[in-house]
């Protein structure tokens, strides 16, 4: 994230449980009961690769123990070691890069999204025998929820690095969106950067705004989703939004903006404000990768 001197991180919070489906886990709270449920259960994950897709050379089941260990894990230390091990362009970089940039949100961000619980107890054993089947034994502890996410059915490129995989069952390419359309309204760019839609429902959005030659104020926390498939034409407000609230001449500043449940489909309006008090509204589109 590029910023300027005098970038400031503002953000605001509706839900106290969003964050911890914002940045999944490999077992993350999907839910919002406090009812426990039994510490330990066991899930059995068997998954052939796609023929041709991997490569003797590498272990494609220690690449995606990897990467799903530190999507695990929500740090940006994890993060950023694994970013080498997904296939550059592909759904997995995206979300992977997504999360990065949700976790140096939550690393610099005031004590109402640090303070937020983003992990539970889990261990993760794989079993190799044979590189072009990943089986892997999971268990798992949800001790406060009755929902887990589970990453799974990874499908690897040429080079056996990871291309994609499932979040409870379902592809990637349905659950994230990846670089939109670069938007130009006067002399400001703005661009969805990425999105993601959570089991929860819930969506997060990294957002790129560049000033041109004036300095901006941005209002995160007052924009809007206009979603094409949901149920009622009404706009959706954000949840919360964290970033920039002041972007200075010719710099540039991410903002994550965090959505209730909504489909990952139509646009995001963000509303910015020229140092001349002029009043601009960005409309996002969302495109899927």
Known sequence: MSASPNVLPVGRLNQTAFLVCVVPLLFACGGTSGEAIPSTTESVITTAATPNETTTSVLPTAI????????SDGSVAALANVIELVTPGSPAE???????????????????????????????????????????????????????????????DNEGNLRSFSVNGTPLEQILIGPGPLVVVESVQARVVSGYR????????????????????????????RPFTSKNSAPVETDGAWGAEEIAVGQSAEMLLVFPDTPLDGDIVLSVVTSSSVDLELELPLITP
Do not use: K, M
């Open 94 to 156: 995206i979300l992977v890069r997504h999360q990065l940039s949700v976790a140096r949100f939550a690393a610099e961000a005031d004590a109402d999204i640090a303070a937020l619980p983003t992990t539970t107890t889990t261990t993760v054993v794989v079993d190799t025998t044979d590189a072009s089947t990943t089986s892997t034994t999971v268990e798992l502890g949800c001790e406060w929820t009755n929902n887990c996410t589970v990453y799974e059915t990874p499908v690897f």
């Open 64 to 71: 995606s123990e990897a990467v799903f260990s530190a999507l």
């Open 198 to 225: 959570a089991p929860s429902g819930v969506t997060a959005l990294i957002v790129s705004v560049t000033a041109g030659d004036e300095a901006l104020t941005t209002f995160g926390f007052a924009a809007i989703q």
